[in-house]
């Protein structure tokens, strides 16, 4: 069963710092490019980040700089260090394979930031 499970979102300051995690099943994380995706209520998920099994990372503009993707190849499992947060960033954060998306996604996890 394909699973996807984000965590690490909640409430923090303008300024302030977030570390995502996402553990997904082997099916989709081995050999794929992950993505870190986000939906702002309003708004169309996007991609803000994605790294290769090889571990060659891109950013969004919107986040180039304060934002670092990361993946454990042994634990299946992809981060996002999220620094110097701004209240445009709050949004439920995804993960998923950054190209062909697999259906279910996971729950996502919150991430608001106050100004």
């Known amino acids: 069963q394909v699973q996807l499970v984000e965590s690490g979102g909640g409430l923090v300051q303008a300024g302030g710092s977030l570390r995502l995690s996402c553990i997904a099943s082997r099916s989709i994380f081995s050999g794929n490019t992950m993505g870190w995706f986000r939906q702002a209520p309003g708004k169309q998920r996007e991609l803000v980040a994605r790294?290769?099994?090889?571990?060659?990372?891109n950013y969004a503009d919107s986040v180039k700089g304060r934002f670092t993707i990361s993946r454990d190849n042994a634990k299946n499992t992809v981060y996002l260090q999220m620094n110097r947060l701004k209240p445009e960033d709050t949004a439920v954060y995804y993960c998923n394979a950054a190209w062909r998306p697999i259906d279910p996604w996971g729950q996502g996890t919150q991430v608001t930031v106050s100004s």
């Open positions: 790294i290769s099994s090889g571990g060659i990372k």
